[in-house]
């Protein structure tokens, strides 16, 4: 029986964390191959790289930190932002990556995702989607809505219908972020993930608004997601992964307890 | 030294990076001499079961391949490297190595989970094998071991084959094979330790092949 993935993000810019992760014992760590190293030790799944790096230049920077990661941990790991070419694509999964997540650059040009299904399989395209809840119009008959650019720029773009287009276009994954539960740490958005999951037959990943382990809980059964995205919940030391993995098994939900 | 083979199908890096990390000499090859001084040989793969077949084909590998395997050199088939050594794939309806009698099936969509909901396709992420039979691979790797897969096809080889098998809508074989051959539907270089403990084995078989 496959179990739910439980995925910590990090953000990098520059090569170093954005946000200090502090451990129990508070110490901080800003380098992002030892705290991926501790995360894989520690249980979990899958580990997102998000590069908010400002400037392209700099980008060799990051596959450096893609290589060094690839060499210290044995699972699979994703590497997202500022993907906009296949060239982007090809560089970040030969040093080492599983997965490459396309957000923006996507919405702009839809093609890209066939391109990178066909160049490099649909196992490692990740679709990432930044959804805002609107009214419901024509336009965005759902009422969730496509907005790029870390959340500034609406597309006027139905999410539920960009789904279903990114999966038809080969993407293998969605990772589904909410905008409105983002950082409030009150649960995920699940009237958006279970929308979503349920109309798509590619798996979704649930992200925004983790703050418990009972709301990972929440995404993958009442939301129906395949795997739960979390951050500061585990970089400031506040839960571990390991614990969490362990409340999720006593409230019924198939988790990975073995490594 | 373990060959990885190369046939331009998808990254054969990961393989090499988990080899080196055990220690273990490996080298990305696609050369028949090379191939043959070998220890054992890694058969990864990515990607859909038509190209890699014709680049196979076109670099004549299949025979050197079947040739080897005669021979008695051990093998380790990965991913779409374990779907590929069956006679025939249902994706595109491709010819396949026929290496062991069996079919590669798409998961049928109207399977459904243990919550009775459809299931996602590709099966991506990590799930238990359930041993059949006793294999050397698993030496040592705990019973509740879980691996990471990511595919849409899997393998049906004959009955006598299947040495374990996994659970997703169906109960499908993960792990077939016979002494010195395996074949594995997961990715042991990116299944954490449990994976890297297979790697281990099969190196650890091929070193006493090569001694006795």
């Known amino acids: 029986m496959l179990s739910k993935r439980v995925i910590p993000c990090l953000d990098v810019r520059d090569g170093k964390l954005t946000k200090g992760v502090k451990f ?43 290589e060094k990661v690839a060499e210290t941990i044995f699972i699979p790991f994703s590497v997202g932002g500022g993907i906009a070419s296949l060239e982007d694509m090809r560089s970040v999964l030969l040093a ?29 395209m990740v679709v990432g989607m930044d959804v805002l809840r609107v009214d419901k119009s024509q336009a965005v008959p759902s009422g969730y809505e496509i907005v790029i650019h870390g959340g500034r720029k609406r597309m006027g773009l139905d999410a539920l219908k960009w789904a279903q287009e990114v999966e038809s276009l080969g993407a293998g994954e969605i990772c589904l972020n909410s905008i409105d539960a983002d950082g409030t740490r009150e649960g995920y958005e699940l009237d958006l993930t279970g929308l979503i999951a ?54 019924g939900v198939k988790v990975r307890r073995t490594w | 030294m373990i060959a990885i083979l190369n046939y331009r199908a998808g990254n054969l890096t990961s393989v090499k990076r988990a080899l080196d990390h055990e220690n ?16 054992g040989i890694i058969f990864p ?14 670099s004549r590998l299949d025979h050197v391949l079947k040739a080897l395997i005669a021979s008695g050199k051990p093998m380790l088939g990965i991913c779409l490297g374990c779907q590929i050594i069956l006679t025939e794939s249902m ?45 050397v691979l698993f030496r040592n790797v705990p019973e509740n071991a ?30 077939f094979g016979r002494q010195g051959l395996w074949a594995l539907q997961f990715h042991p270089e990116k299944s954490g330790r449990p994976g890297l403990k297979i790697l281990n084995n099969f190196y650890r078989y091929c070193l006493e092949q090569s001694h006795a």
Request: proline residues 6%; hydrophobic residues 40%.
């Open chain 1, 24 to 66: 129990l014992g508070n110490v901080e760590i800003g380098d992002p191959v030892e705290t991926a190293k501790l995360y894989y030790e520690e249980g979990a799944d899958e580990i997102v790289f998000y590069d908010i790096t400002a400037s392209s230049e700099d980008r060799g920077i990051l596959l450096r930190v893609v």
């Open chain 1, 96 to 124: 080492g990556a599983e997965k490459v997540s396309v957000n923006s650059a996507a919405v702009k040009n839809p093609h890209i995702i066939a391109q990178g299904a066909e160049a490099f399989g649909s196992q490692c």
């Open chain 1, 198 to 251: 349920r109309n798509v037959r590619i798996p979704v990943i649930a992200s925004g608004g983790a703050g418990s382990p009972e709301h990972m809980v929440q995404a993958v059964t009442a939301g129906r997601a395949s795997a739960a995205l979390i951050a500061s919940i585990v970089h400031y030391g506040e839960y571990t992964i390991a614990g969490i993995k362990e409340y999720m098994h006593h409230a």
């Open chain 2, 24 to 39: 273990i000499p490996s080298q990305i090859t696609d050369e028949p001499g090379v191939l043959k001084q070998a220890l």
């Open chain 2, 45 to 58: 793969g990515v990607g859909a079961a038509g190209s890699a077949m014709r680049n196979l084909q076109t």
């Open chain 2, 91 to 135: 994706e595109n309806s491709t010819q396949t190595l026929d290496i062991f009698p069996g079919i590669s099936r798409r998961f049928d969509p109207d399977l459904r989970d243990e919550a009775g909901n459809p299931i996602n396709i590709p099966h991506m992420g990590w799930n238990s094998v359930s041993l059949q039979r006793e294999c």
């Open chain 2, 146 to 175: 879980e691996f990471y897969f990511v595919h849409s096809f899997y393998p049906d080889p004959g009955p006598a084959y299947v040495m374990g098998t996994t659970h997703y809508g169906l109960d499908f074989c993960s792990v």
